[in-house]
């Protein structure tokens, strides 16, 4: 399939998407269509807010990619004249005024274009800003997150109002489980300004009165309490909540879980407007202050689970493209929950893929590879946060003319060091995982080279390799999305031993640190930054084999390369002339990649998009710059549909090995894949 097929074929799987059939009508709607909605300043007057995200909420609105149209209505036109008053109210714009629209039929009268004509007025100010009732030993916390003051002009009442549920979250993170927070506004039309109060309720710091659990059909009611981390006469808080949720949903046993307290708390939808809380008239005293609640210090906790199904069979494809090789892939795993016993599982995984290298010099460019696994699962190995395992794997992989085959077996551990974030859905934790894995390994294909080659590039003797192997990782990631993140970060630190000592046993170090980093700028654009290395250390006289050997490039690396071919490289030339010359990447034993990545994906929106920097270099010694800096630049679409994150990047390669490319050089490279950006 070509580029540009690949292409047409994505595209018209979203077009695809975008027809739907009309709802039924609503009282006074019409069959006459929205062709458009402008909104215009009146004369004199300006339209200061973005109003981008106004334009879907409308009541009438024309036909979009991934948005239904809507039908003239006179009662959708009021309301939407109310809504779009509100809208600027939100701003500071209390006074503003929107005329009635201007109505422009066609000539049948079966579609009219809509203009609303906005007078803004005078911005309203900023006038006081107080925090009432926040305990003494807070109060500093609290106020650190108000982040406007008296006397600003940019006034958004809507986010004004959201700080009192990061308020109240903070004191229930600290143990007290029925804090609550309200917030006012009140408007002053005579001096244009907006006074914004915080009311704390926090309540007394709770703690576990009783435990229940909810849903559980397969897995103990005693199994769940011990593993949600939770006892009865032990302080109770959101944390501990949270905390107990992600250690439930780790263990692989339930598709989700909930923990409920008795507490005097309200949950809000994400996304939801907000009111600034409801307060009644008597929670108020004569001075206009907020009478405490008398609330008890023991609550009752219940535990909610929904259990994942027994056998679960996830299929998936993929393809990947870049400037040398096209992949596709079909992969599966297959959960059996609880085979053996609660929390005793059972996963098989398959992956098969045909890979096709329409670039380059080998002399065999196709070639079937795919992996295989099994692995059995304890959660809760004699304590509460420890989990084994024990895996026997089979992977295939193609390199450029030749294959990498390896059968590994071992018992691992993992361990949360730290749950995830609860605000971040995706959020993993702080993990540590080690297994202790023998190796058996074949170069299948490799070539031939001669002893001065395999010395000068370290080079395994043999094409078959086997012995142990320690692994380890420590991973912290607080990413918001694991796809195409907009903030938050990830730190890994990898490492692999390999003792050898033994014949066809090769002694190995690799350590691979890595780092992501993302800082938001607005809702929908993003900075994002990756820098990762890999070293391999302690190698002796056998030299060191292609699994430990360090290759980078394509889709998910650096795209100035196609996959593997980021590497140190052996060069066998085969007349004395040098015009028939075979390059073949061997892997390095250092590699540098890193990425800085500015990133525009609009919220619940299906599209996106990415300017990027490309930085790499690998060498055999332990600088991966040795031979220079590779460079590259580019932009990239991102398509966000269902559960296929696709991303077409265009990229150009400035630098190879400090060398500057010219367009004989062939540096123009397209790159798609599916799957996680970093």
């Avoid at 490799?446 to 043999?462: K, M, S, V």
């Avoid at 980021?566 to 085969?574: A, D, G, I, R």
């Avoid at 990047?649 to 790159?671: C, H, M, T, W």
Wanted: charged share 25%; proline share 6%.
């Amino acid at each position: 399939m070509t580029e540009r097929r690949l292409f047409a074929f994505v595209l018209a799987g979203v077009l695809a998407t975008t027809g739907c059939e009309r709802p039924a009508k609503v009282p006074g709607e019409t069959d006459i269509v929205v062709s458009s909605v402008t909104l215009e300043a009146a004369p004199g007057s300006e339209l200061t807010p973005d109003y981008g995200p106004l334009m879907d909420r409308l009541g009438m609105r024309p036909k979009s990619l991934v948005l239904p149209g809507r039908y003239y209505s006179e009662f959708r036109e009021h309301e939407d004249r109310r809504r779009i008053e509100a809208f600027w109210q939100n701003y500071g714009f209390f006074d503003v005024v929107v005329s009635a629209p201007q109505r422009v039929f066609d000539e049948g009268e079966t579609s009219v274009a809509l203009t609303w004509t906005i007078s803004e007025n005078e911005r309203y100010r900023v006038g006081e800003v107080q925090l009432k009732q926040a305990p003494d030993e807070y109060r500093e916390a609290l106020a650190g997150m108000i982040d406007f003051a008296s006397g600003d002009t940019e006034v958004d009442v809507e986010r004004y109002r959201l700080l009192r549920r990061d308020m109240a979250d903070h004191l229930r993170r600290e143990g007290f489980g029925h804090a609550r927070v309200y917030s006012r506004g009140f408007v002053d039309h005579d001096r244009k300004l907006i006074h914004f109060f915080y009311y704390v309720d926090e309540g007394p710091k709770t703690k576990v009165k009783s435990l229940v659990v909810e849903g559980n059909v397969k897995v103990p009611a005693e199994t769940i309490i011990e593993r949600s981390g939770l006892e009865e006469g032990q302080p109770f808080s959101w944390n501990d909540r949270f905390d107990g949720e992600f250690y439930l949903l780790d263990s692989g046993a339930f598709a989700s879980t909930f923990i409920r307290a008795d507490v005097d708390t309200k949950f809000y939808v994400p996304g939801d407007a907000d009111d600034g809380g409801e307060i009644k008239d008597e929670q108020i005293d004569e001075n206009g202050d907020l009478i405490p609640r008398d609330l008890p210090e023991a609550v009752d906790v219940k535990i909610h689970v929904v259990e994942a199904p027994s056998q679960q069979l996830r299929v998936r494809a993929g393809v990947e493209l870049d400037p040398t090789r096209i992949d596709t892939a079909l992969g599966s795993r297959l959960w059996l929950r609880n085979l053996f016993g609660p929390l005793h599982h059972l996963v098989l995984e398959g992956r098969i893929g045909y890979g096709y290298l329409y670039r380059g010099d080998t002399a065999d460019p196709t070639g079937l590879y795919g992996e295989a696994l099994i692995r059995y699962l304890k959660p809760m190995f004699l304590t509460q946060k420890l989990d084994f395992r024990l895996t026997a794997r089979f992977r295939d992989d193609l390199y450029p003319g030749f294959h990498l085959r390896e059968v590994t077996a071992g018992p691992g551990f993992r361990v949360a060091l730290l749950p995830g974030r609860a605000e971040s859905f995706y959020s993993t934790g702080l993990f540590f995982d080690t297994d202790l894995l023998f190796r058996w390994g074949q170069q299948a294909g490799f070539p031939n080279f001669d002893a001065a080659t395999r010395d000068a590039f370290e080079l395994a003797d043999e094409d078959t390799y086997l012995g142990g192997e320690l692994q380890a990782s420590l991973i912290f990631d607080q990413r918001d999305n694991p796809v195409e993140a907009l903030s938050g970060y990830l730190l890994a630190l990898r490492s692999t031993f390999s003792p050898g000592g033994i014949d066809r046993w090769n002694r190995y170090l690799t350590v691979a640190p890595e780092g992501r980093g993302f800082l938001p700028l607005t809702s929908s654009f993003s900075l994002g930054l990756r820098a990762q290395g890999s070293w391999v250390f302690l190698q002796d006289d056998q030299g060191v084999p292609l699994g430990p050997r360090l290759f980078g490039g394509g889709a998910f690396g650096f795209r100035g390369f196609g996959r593997h071919r980021l590497s140190p490289e052996v060069v066998q030339c085969f007349d004395p002339a040098g015009a028939a010359c075979h390059r073949t990447p061997v892997g390095g034993l250092s590699l540098a990649e890193a990425t800085l990545e500015a990133r525009f994906l609009p919220p619940l929106k299906p599209y996106g998009a990415v300017v990027f920097g490309d930085l790499g270099g690998a060498d055999v010694s332990a600088n991966p710059f040795s031979n220079g800096v590779s460079l590259a630049a580019g932009l990239g679409l991102r398509l966000r549909f269902w559960y296929l994150p696709a991303a077409f990047d265009f990229s150009y390669r400035i630098l190879a090995d400090n060398e500057l490319q010219k367009p004989a050089d062939d540096p123009f490279g397209v790159f798609f894949r599916i799957g996680e950006a970093f």
